[in-house]
């Protein structure tokens, strides 16, 4: 019995084949002989292969009595085995055509594996009756480059745990029901998962990955994963997965030297070995890797419901020196540092998403200046639709971290961003990389006091919210986590008990509920008239003013923010349109853990042109806060 066609074999060696789940792995059969007893139908790519077999619970780990037979020249081995059923592990026995080799392999197309230390894949199907409907037909709306999207990043083995049952983490379901009330609650849009693909070193957060296809086993079955994101889509609230398609481990059960060759890496380390992660480096050059990658990607958009794949270290994947000194790398055709290759790959990566699922985001994780990453690819772009801003995140985090009084000799760390803010679609990240490692979290980064530190943060989290671009934001930053993220560990919930983190998270529900319902912080994020300075250069008071237009003037926001312990009363800020400019958000009110310094509901605007507007109001600036004004629509006067 056999499910690859010619069809298949031509696209997969052509490098164009995008479903590669649907024929390579364990897939249950029927055979179609009267009386003949149901199996699975195995397949694998071992093309240097002498001999491979199939070997696991229902043969009693036989590696000789299940062979697999190659196709043509394809490198395909593919065979029927009788018996084998849902829920039994299995590897694959490769016998190389190299130096007697031989190796027990995982399925690199396995949509399950035994639960780590294990190694096996588990023969099982992907039936699930899905109830996001309806989210699936307005998804478009929800993820479309105009809609505010803040997200909410997670690492669901470390969200939360059960301390008195020794510190287990939650199963997909338990979370489900939590992670849906609380984001929910909180008004984010998006939660973003640290890679749910399997991974055998659970330290690596995901990011070494064996299974592109299965989910991690830890929190339980795929169908438990689905539920999650259904239960998720349900509550209204979008899921992007991490992909990591630049790097892999080198555990001998996985990819790596697969069969006595070098299949899925190159065979030369300075192109095949990333030296600062000691991992595997995907070769994009070849035919039959795309068309894996490709499919894995796929993969996650088709089964799992996903709305968007943000992707690992996209510049790792694009320069050829990445992580490394002169002579440690080689050169391109042309003699540059561009990995050519990985190039075409993203780009026909990026095509085939849009293509195929026009209402989902591609999310480049990009850390350099390469040109055009959220361009599209006829353009000459790469063809994601968004890319991390980490400028921003460092920039703004070095200056949070100085002491106020030295802030304005470094003013331009804040303003350097709108140079080039409308060069991509940026996302706004503070992300998991930022709580880790002896970064301290950003609470701990920030300068002062306890109450210093409080009202900083929460300012930082305006400002996130305030500039153009979408945002983030990794779980415990939200309430103001006091321990660098441990992934070993719950975040400490008991630090809700305390007022100021309380406040902290009052704060971020009220500014995701204010993004969600003022078009002017998404609307125009990517056009050049979304944004405007008001006062950019004021850096010896440490002020910042600036407007947001969505499409209607009546939509437009006035924001202030004040990076200094010292309160700024009367001070003048530039405004389009007279009336009374109700203050609809402010940080430091006592709600939030703040002194409560504010406008007594607004300012009404004076006839007084300043900085290129035709009117403005006097406003009194909270220490180490940021305050929105809106225009009050006149009332109608009775008839």
Same mark, same amino acid.
């Given at each position: ?37 149901? $199996?699975?139908?195995? %397949? ?9 077999? #199939? ?10 009595? @299940? ?43 396995? =949509? ?70 609380y984001v929910r609650k909180l008004g984010f849009t998006h939660v973003e998962l640290l890679p749910v693909m399997e991974h055998p070193?659970?330290? !690596? ?29 349900? +509550? ?9 398609? %630049? ?41 039959? =890797?795309?068309?894996?990658?490709? !499919? ?19 510049? !790792? ?37 849009y293509r195929a699922y026009p209402d989902v985001q591609t999310i480049a994780e990009e850390s350099t200046s390469w040109p055009m ?6 353009? $000459? ?22 002491? *106020? ?6 003013? /331009? ?7 080039? /803010? ?8 503070? %992300? ?23 009202? %900083? ?15 983030? =934001?990794? &779980? ?6 006091? /321990?660098?993220?441990?992934?070993? &560990? ?16 009052? @704060? ?13 912080? !998404? ?19 440490? #002020? ?16 202030? @923010? ?15 349109? *007279?009336?009374?400019?109700?203050? =609809? ?19 009404? +605007?004076? *006839? ?5 507007? *035709? ?19 006149? #009332?109608?006067?009775?008839?």
């Open positions: 019995m056999q499910l690859l066609t010619d069809h298949d074999l031509h696209l997969f060696n052509e490098g164009r084949h995008l479903r590669l789940y649907q024929k390579l792995g364990a897939h249950l059969a029927q055979p179609t002989e009267a009386g003949a007893a149901p $199996g699975c139908v195995f %397949s694998v790519w071992a093309p240097n292969a002498r001999s491979v077999s #199939v070997m696991g619970d229902f043969n009693g780990w036989n590696p000789d009595n @299940c062979p697999l037979t190659l196709r043509g020249q394809s490198g395909l081995w593919e065979g029927f085995v009788a018996g084998a059923c849902l829920g039994q592990r299995y590897v694959y026995r490769v016998n190389s055509r190299f130096a007697d080799y031989w190796v027990d392999k995982a399925d690199p197309l396995a =949509v399950y594996a035994e639960v780590a230390p294990g190694k096996a894949s588990v023969i099982w199907d992907l039936d699930y009756t899905w109830g996001d409907g309806q989210w699936m037909a307005d998804r478009k709306a929800r993820n479309a480059l105009t809609a505010p999207m803040s997200i909410y990043e997670v690492h669901l083995g470390s969200w939360m745990r059960v301390p008195e049952e020794d510190n287990r983490w939650l199963s997909y379901r338990e979370l489900a029901p939590r992670l849906c009330e070193f659970y330290g !690596s957060w995901g990011y070494q990955v064996t299974g592109f296809f299965a989910p991690t086993s830890r929190y339980g079955t795929p169908q438990d994963l689905m539920f999650l994101i259904d239960s998720l889509h349900q +509550a209204g609230i979008g899921v992007l997965l991490d992909w990591v398609p %630049s790097h892999f481990p080198a555990d001998g059960h996985g990819l790596g030297y697969f069969d006595g060759t070098h299949l899925y890496e190159h065979r030369d380390p300075r192109q095949g070995f990333h030296p600062e992660w000691n991992s595997l480096l995907f070769n994009y050059g070849r035919n039959e =890797v795309r068309s894996f990658l490709y !499919s894995s990607a796929m993969f996650w958009l088709d089964c799992y419901h996903v709305d968007g794949l943000r992707v690992d270290a996209v510049a !790792s994947m694009l320069y050829l020196d990445y992580a490394r000194q002169p002579g440690e790398w080689i050169p391109n055709a042309l003699g540059g540092r561009e990995n050519l290759d990985a190039v075409h790959f993203l780009r026909t990566l990026n095509e085939e998403v990453v959220t361009r599209p690819t006829a353009s $000459g772009g790469l063809g994601f639709g968004l890319k991390w801003d980490m400028g921003w995140m460092h920039d703004t985090r070095d200056y949070l971290a100085r002491d *106020p009084i030295h802030r304005k000799h470094h003013h /331009a760390e804040l303003t350097f961003r709108m140079m080039y /803010a409308r060069t991509e679609n940026f996302v706004l990240a503070l %992300s998991h990389d930022e709580v880790v490692h002896l970064k301290r979290t950003l609470l701990g980064k920030m300068a002062g006091d306890l109450w210093q530190k409080c009202a %900083s943060l929460r300012l930082l989290f305006g400002y996130l919210f305030a500039q153009p671009g979408k945002k983030l =934001v990794f &779980m415990g930053g939200e309430f103001g986590q006091l /321990a660098e993220w441990n992934h070993d &560990m719950s975040l400490d919930w008991h630090l809700l008990e305390r007022p100021e983190h309380a406040g902290i998270l009052r @704060c971020m529900r009220d500014l995701n509920h204010l993004y969600r319902s003022e078009p002017a912080l !998404s609307v125009r994020d990517f056009e050049d008239d979304g944004f405007a300075w008001l006062e950019p250069d004021d850096a010896d008071h440490s #002020v910042l003013t600036f407007l947001r237009r969505g499409n209607d003037p009546a939509q437009t926001l006035v924001i202030g @923010c004040n990076f200094t312990p010292v309160p700024r009363p009367e001070y003048r800020i530039s405004v389009p349109a *007279p009336g009374f400019w109700h203050e =609809v958000h402010n940080s430091d009110a006592t709600l939030y853990g703040g002194s409560g310094l504010g406008n007594l509901g607004g300012v009404a +605007a004076r *006839p007084e042109p300043h900085n290129g507007q *035709p009117y403005s109001i006097l406003a009194l600036l909270p220490p180490l806060a940021m305050v929105v004004f809106k225009l009050r629509p006149a #009332v109608p006067s009775p008839p």
